[in-house]
């Protein structure tokens, strides 16, 4: 569901067949077309794009009516018995806190009942009405059957079928993974989306056990790096918040704010964060990093504002940000509403594309139909080495680092990224060591030693030593997080990778064999987050009694003195019954009922901002708490723009295109721009298949041909017949094959936590364009 | 028996095309010109020809049951038939079978069309515009045909195409084995697919392409019983042209010519 894997990710789907093949398993494809995944699934049901929550909310609801839920762990690994405020409400969308005019929520009433000791209540009856099952169960009453059908377009037959299989695996020996990826995400509703399928497999006892768990499947091979890294705005590296200017302007309130508990039940791993942020913090600053100036938390740039994506441009647009490089990265096709992030483009001083060819982003100052001459930005091209052409690590979603080798030199001046950021640090050092600067300390003082004695390029080696970490004082590899420090005696770049370079590089490990219980962890093959564990929360793979829930597909086992199997999850001295399985929550339980989002506790169904109807669960259209930034505009409306518009990827071009546009291999298999519509729609508009056609809306139009499928069919959505329009995303007007690019029409919302736009879900119209 | 083939599972394919990339970089194959798609859905070029060797062919979707989409994908090159029409009606005996395979010997092909002719798949092409630039160890040429040689030429373990299968839709071995391994996996997607097929264990004396279909063969374009093309009327063909040939001088123009009188004459 959100993921056609055989398209995106052929590879995987290699090990989903061969699960159908060698294990009966069923496959249960969900998605508005038939894609390849669909044609090789046991049973599959469309869905109206940006309807995720329904469907899911619908199967939660068939779980709980019919009592299909895993009891045991539901009762002992979840916050199903937590009871939560009487000032808790829910009412027609909306949770209680909301503030209209800020389009926020405060969380204070999303609270757990304490005792005496500040310990969470429990009703273990679970029959208490403010306990978190009752409030699931009463929230979720609201999607029927009948309700999912008249708002996702899947019949209440086929819903029913999904719902039956999957929840037929709350058995405690059955299991089922979810598969996901942008159709899940890039959604207003993103981040509860995916909250729903935690809700559903939290319920089905399927998270912490050998097949189970939710996958997502990343975009590209080391997405899964660059999170650990804190490539996203609100993390920093290894998961820890990003600082906040006015909330953490100190480091005593920044690690004040560490999640904490008395519950001795709870090893609330977050209580360590600060040793992990005071490791980081002298891994980046060295010896200038002391105890008396808190490790020069001062330096550290901290968040004044939410800067996501979408906010970037707008800051360009406003002239407040005036440079800008783009590495690896090609907005002009990959990001949403691209004719305002032209223009946003168009205000930068100066802009560096560090690419393996010119991009179209890298060309946005001579793209088709603009004179170069008016546009004033200065634009550097860096080329840069491919994957092969240096070496490294790559993460994969399984948290796997592995590492790879240089194959071949890369030609020309080609650099790798490592060696371009060196050599420009080292430039902007000198320039500030002769010229000054308004804060200086951190360029000049931060410590970078990357390139060994007698070297003239800088070694990935000595980077992944440092994120491994090291004692400050005699220089000595760490073999795990648990022995960082938040006293300046260690420093370490990133502490889930502590344990991956301690003496020995364990990421260039190639080991086969399969290892313990058979179910293919393969612990010495590379190196895995954290400490080598192969499944995250294992403690929820077995019972109180340290039993396994599945015998046959065994994680871990506590035989009453010590876990076998897996790297225990939580530290190997407790056993099952004397702590709860998820370590990084403070209250150590599965949330069904979750706190921490900025838009609610429970996924609730809206529409996305630009929807075809009405939402029909409750009187709020759009995700209340999304972000909604008034100088974007007006969004369009089904009045003018009556067809739902979603984008996707095809096997043969990799995300924004720069990398496959060139291949001729490639280009002969989709050498064009393509939209895929039904073929009811295409008689109503006249289209006939590889017609040429506009598509557009109040953002752009584009043209592209068109691929008349039944594999896309409309919908029936309160009674009447909805119509999409699909559209690759890949082309633009750079490289060899050009097209345009589907992403001029995508709209600049997002989602209300992650802010990632909603790509998957808007509005437009298409007709056939004149000869 | 160290027979080869190739087994084509329709039910595990997931139309990557990787098998159909694979074949032009181990081939050095140039991309032909394309503009939207060639065929139905996203087929691309329409067929094989001189410069595509295989090839992943996408039908239209079968919806007679909307929650079990029958959506067929199929890898089709060469079948390398034992008993191949190409071979037989070729007038300069190019075509061999070599290993179990059935090679085109460049040196020996005037580029006559004979094999297009006879092959009932619509396998070989003759190459129309020098290609000289590509080509592995032989340079594509005009004038003369070319189709997959199941990596006879360039030689590795296993073919490019079948090498690169993500999903073992396209496997590759001995073909006792894989004759085994189909029915055994006929007998398991029946309940699935009530009326698919084995293609290849009979057809031309067995061919070296074993392909399970979802459903009857001719749903897929597949000749059902496929006959031999007449040796009588080969023989005839062949007689004519032997006598032609010697006013052709050797010039594989003229040759070409002497074959199409010959193959008039006879009708």
């Known amino acids: 569901m959100g993921s056609n894997a055989a398209e995106n990710h052929p590879i995987s789907f290699k090990w989903v067949e061969k699960a159908i093949e060698e294990r009966n398993a069923k496959l249960i494809v969900v998605d508005p077309r038939i894609t390849k995944s669909a044609s090789l699934a046991t049973l599959y049901a469309p869905l109206r794009s940006g309807t ?19 009891k045991e762990y539901v009762l002992e690994y979840t916050n199903a018995s937590y009871l939560v405020s009487t000032d808790f409400k829910f009412d027609d969308g909306l949770f209680s806190g909301y503030d209209a005019a800020k389009r926020k929520y405060d969380n204070k009433t999303w609270a757990y009942q304490m005792d005496e000791k500040g310990v969470p209540k429990q009703d273990k009856s679970l029959k208490d009405p403010q306990c978190v099952y009752q409030l699931l169960k009463t929230h979720y009453s609201r999607y029927t059957p009948e309700k999912v059908e008249s708002i996702t377009g899947c019949p209440q037959k086929t819903f029913l079928k999904v719902a039956e299989m999957f ?118 600053y060295g010896d200038a990093a002391t105890k008396e100036n808190d490790f020069c938390y001062d330096w550290f740039p901290k968040l004044s504002k939410p800067t996501p994506y979408i906010v970037l441009f707008e800051d360009m647009l406003k002239g407040v940000i005036k440079g800008a490089f783009y590495m690896g990265t090609n907005p002009i096709v990959g990001g949403p509403n691209t004719n305002r992030a032209i223009k946003a483009m168009e205000n930068l001083d100066w802009l560096v594309a560090a690419d393996l060819w010119e991009t179209d982003s890298a060309i946005f100052w001579r793209r088709p139909g603009v004179n170069p001459e008016k546009i004033k930005t200065e634009v550097f091209l860096l080329p840069a080495a491919a994957s092969i052409e240096k070496e490294g690590s790559v993460s994969n979603s399984g948290r796997w680092a592995q590492w790879r080798y240089k194959a071949v030199k890369p030609p020309g001046d080609a650099k790798p990224d490592l060696d ?124 109180r009694k340290g039993q396994p829930w599945d015998p046959k597909r065994a994680v871990v086992t506590w035989d009453g003195t010590a876990w076998k199997g897996d790297v225990v999850d939580g530290g190997a001295k407790f056993g099952p019954d004397t702590k709860n399985p998820f370590i990084m929550n403070d209250e150590g339980v599965g949330r069904l009922f979750a706190k921490g989002l900025v838009d609610g506790p429970f996924p609730e169904h809206f529409e996305p901002m630009e929807s075809p109807v009405q ?8 995700n209340p708490a999304s972000l909604i930034l008034e100088e974007v505009g007006e969004f369009g409306s089904v009045v003018h723009y009556p067809y739902i518009g979603t984008s996707y990827r095809v096997t043969e071009h990799w995300q924004a295109g720069a990398m496959t546009r060139n291949l001729p291999w490639l280009t002969e298999l989709v050498p064009d721009m393509f939209c895929e519509i039904s073929p009811t729609l295409a008689k109503l508009k006249g289209i006939k298949n590889g017609d040429k056609v506009k598509i557009f809306n109040n953002r752009g139009k584009i043209s592209a041909f068109a691929l008349v499928t039944e594999r896309i069919r409309p919908l029936k959505v309160a009674g009447k017949d909805v119509e999409m329009v699909g559209m690759i995303w890949h082309f633009g007007q750079g490289c060899s094959a050009t097209g345009d690019s589907c992403n001029l029409l995508t709209p600049s919302i997002g989602d209300a936590n992650t802010m990632i736009p909603e790509y998957k879900a808007f509005l437009v119209d298409i007709k056939k364009e004149e000869a | ?190 309940p699935e697919y009530p009326h698919a097929s084995i293609y290849g264990l009979k057809e031309f004396d067995g061919l070296g392409v074993i392909t399970i279909l ?54």
């Open chain 2, 1 to 190: 028996m160290n027979k080869k083939a190739f087994l084509v599972d329709t039910t595990k394919c997931s139309g990557c095309r990787a098998c159909q990339v694979a074949c032009k970089q181990w081939n050095n194959l140039p991309a032909e010109s394309t503009t939207f798609f060639g065929g139905p859905e996203y087929t691309n070029p329409a067929e094989l020809s001189a410069i595509t060797f295989n090839h992943v062919k996408f039908f239209p979707v079968d919806l007679s049951k909307p929650e079990k989409p029958v959506w067929t994908i199929m890898h089709k090159k060469c079948y390398h038939c034992e008993n191949a029409n190409c071979q037989n009606a070729c007038p300069e005996n190019a075509i061999r079978r070599l290993d179990g395979w059935t090679v085109i010997d460049h040196s020996r092909c005037i580029g006559c069309g004979a094999c297009t002719e006879a092959c009932v798949y619509n396998v070989p092409h003759v190459l129309e515009d020098d290609m000289s630039e590509y080509g592995t160890e032989q340079p594509l040429v005009s004038g003369k045909a070319y189709k997959c040689h199941a990596c006879t030429v360039n030689t590795r373990d296993i073919p490019a195409c079948a090498s690169v299968c993500p999903t073992n839709a396209l496997t590759y071995g001995n073909r006792e084995d894989l004759v085994k391994k189909a029915k055994a996996r006929l007998d398991k997607v029946k």
């Open chain 1, 420 to 543: 371009m950021l060196d050599l420009i640090l080292k430039e902007v050092q000198s320039l500030y060591a002769k010229e000054g600067g308004k804060f200086p300390d951190p360029i000049l003082k931060v410590n970078w030693n990357y390139t060994a004695e007698g070297e003239h390029e800088p070694s990935p080696h000595l980077v992944a030593k440092e994120i491994n970490g090291y004692t400050w004082a005699d220089k000595k590899q760490l073999e795990s997080f648990m022995l960082l420090k938040d006293d300046g005696s260690t420093a370490s770049g990133c502490w889930i990778y502590c344990g991956s370079y301690p003496g020995e590089n364990l990421m260039a490990r190639r080991g086969t064999d399969e290892g313990p219980n058979g179910i293919g962890m393969y612990p010495g093959w590379a190196w895995c987050w954290p400490i080598n564990r192969r499944i995250i929360y294992n403690r929820a793979s077995v019972n």
């Open chain 1, 615 to 622: 939402n029909m669960l409750n009187s709020q259209k759009v």
């Open chain 1, 167 to 284: 929840v037929s695996t709350h058995k405690p020996d059955k299991v089922a993974t979810i598969m996901y990826a942008m159709g899940t995400t890039q959604h207003t509703v993103g981040t509860q989306n995916v909250r729903a399928f935690s809700v559903l497999q939290l319920l089905m006892g399927n998270m912490g056990l050998a097949g189970g768990g939710i996958n997502a499947l990343r975009g590209e091979s080391n997405v899964q790096g660059s999170t650990d890294h804190g490539l996203l705005y609100h993390i920093i590296p290894g998961y820890l918040p990003a600082p906040d200017s006015k909330k953490h302007a100190t480091l005593a309130q920044y690690n004040e704010s560490a999640p904490k508990t008395n519950d001795p039940m709870s090893i609330n791993w977050w209580s360590n964060r600060p040793k992990y942020l005071v490791s980081m913090l002298k891994a980046w």
């Open chain 2, 214 to 267: 979802k459903n009857s063969p001719d749903k897929f374009g597949l000749p059902v019983n496929p006959k031999p093309i007449s040796a009588e009327k080969i023989m005839t063909i062949h007689a004519m042209y032997a006598f032609l040939n010697h006013f052709t001088l050797g010039l594989p123009s003229l040759k070409r010519t002497a074959y199409r009188i010959s193959k008039n004459l006879v009708g």
């Open chain 1, 52 to 70: 995720d929550i329904a469907f899911l909310g619908g199967i939660i609801n068939y779980a709980l009516q019919k009592n299909l839920i895993q």
